[in-house]
């Protein structure tokens, strides 16, 4: 009984978020080690990728309990040094980043290696949800919190947005669902509407002018040329070099665009796997599900499908755990939301209620859109799954992001006319 009592006072906080969060990690644990198969047979140990990804939902999870433990009151006054130390770490990465998948994203740290964007998007919701709690006014907030809010996404998003596209669109979405929660102007909000939208055409419009997608470059490369292709070598490095960082990806986004808006009807012989593979794979792994699914570990495309373990894992999912399966990962993630919902109605401060709201959105937005791009209704991006997919940074990251939910449930002071009410 007493040890009982003493894992009740380190495990605190909502029980319902703790149920989520736990079935999400078994989710992980044996869909990681599924997926992981063809990392086993190149490395001959077939358990190194569950075992260590294993260790590191575990350092997550002891992240995890010390945040909790934290008063949420804290987190208010870390704001600012959090903030310039996302700012640092993003400026960093561009001196002494390593380079993957053509993306500088990662600081390298021995044997490790440190993503800084997870961190600023929980820096950047921590931030915004500090600028609005202090300026919130009986008739909703000041009207310079948008411009403090501005200012502040514009830093974080600016210096993540050339080398990672979709994770800038996801930080900036959750701001704009955090103002609008904040009680942000609707007048303000509106303007802001449609200035990203006439900036995300002109983008679309820029991307579409200035990149180059691989049936292009194919149409015009000479294959029984070498005198040629060693010109085009030479030509794309100073390409590369005209466009400087912050376009050197612009062929990724045209490429990804051009695929997503191809609606043309392909015959299964004539699908190019070489242009389409990780989208055509995913899509023979959701249909070879049968509805009911292949089984746990018995994934007939995790060998096939690129980072079946990562970006694709919910493909892998679907196979294997069915549609059934399938839709309890997605409604676990949806109750997540809904659950930080309830936790923050009971906050009787604001920012408490808008730090749970706005990282419950980053993890649940990302989360859908990981799931969208698997099944075929958003552009492939580089969006691992929440809490699933295998990872170093992203895993702990959003491990601590749990943990300051939690916090949030036990420390913040609670509404007196909702004390009463049944959780």
């Known amino acids: 009984m007493e040890k009982f009592k003493r894992l009740q006072n380190i495990f605190k906080g909502d029980r319902v978020i703790w149920g989520i969060f736990t079935m999400l990690l078994i989710v992980s644990v044996v869909e990681v080690y599924s997926a992981s198969a063809s990392l086993g047979y190149k490395s001959g140990n077939y358990w190194f990728a569950a075992t260590f990804h294993s260790a590191i939902l575990i350092v997550g999870v002891m992240c995890m309990v010390v ?24 400026a960093i990465v561009y001196v002494i980043g390593t380079k993957e998948n053509d993306a ?60 990672n596209f979709s994770t800038a669109a996801l930080m900036a979405l959750v701001v704009f669902i ?20 006439s900036l995300i055409a002109i983008f679309i419009m820029l991307v579409m002018f200035i990149g180059q997608s691989r049936s292009q470059a194919s149409q015009t490369a000479d294959s029984d040329n070498n005198a040629y292709t060693e010109m085009s070598e030479e030509k794309e490095e100073h390409k590369h070099s005209e466009r400087g960082a912050v376009l050197h990806r612009v062929d990724v986004w045209k490429e990804r665009i051009v695929s997503f808006m191809d609606f043309k009807k392909v015959p299964p012989e004539k699908y190019d796997m070489d242009k389409k593979g990780q989208e055509g794979r995913a899509h023979i792994a959701i249909a070879s599900s049968n509805v009911i699914g292949v089984g746990p570990g018995n994934s007939r495309q995790r060998d096939l499908l690129p980072l079946a373990f990562s970006d694709f894992i919910y493909a892998i999912v679907f ?18 939301l809904f659950r930080t919902g309830w936790i923050a109605m009971n906050c009787e401060n604001t920012f408490p209620a808008l730090l749970a709201m706005g990282l419950a959105l980053m993890i649940v937005v990302q989360a859908l859109f990981n799931m969208c791009v698997a099944v075929g209704l958003a552009p492939v991006t580089g969006q691992p799954l929440p809490l699933i997919s295998k990872g170093g940074t ?17 420390t913040a002071k609670k509404r007196t006319d909702m004390k009463h009410s049944v959780a």
């Open 319 to 336: 196979e294997e755990l069915g549609l059934f399966g399938a839709f309890v990962v997605a409604m676990l993630y949806i109750m997540l």
């Open 104 to 163: 500088t994203r990662w600081i390298p740290l021995g044997p490790f290696s440190l993503q800084p964007s997870e961190i600023a998007k929980g820096s950047l919701v921590l931030t915004t949800a500090h600028i609005l709690s202090q300026l919130q006014t009986p008739e909703g907030v000041a009207k310079k919190a948008f411009k403090y809010v501005m200012i502040t996404s514009a830093i974080l998003i600016g210096l993540v947005f050339p080398e």
């Open 178 to 197: 955090m103002m609008f929660v904040g009680r942000v102007s609707f007048k303000q909000l509106l303007g802001l509407m449609a200035s990203v939208v």
């Open 67 to 90: 945040v909790l433990n934290i008063p949420c009151r804290y987190f208010k006054a870390m704001t600012p040094i959090i903030f310039l130390f996302s700012v640092f770490l993003l």
């Open 394 to 410: 992203s895993s702990i990251i959003n491990c601590i992001y749990i943990g300051v939910i939690l916090s949030v449930s036990r």
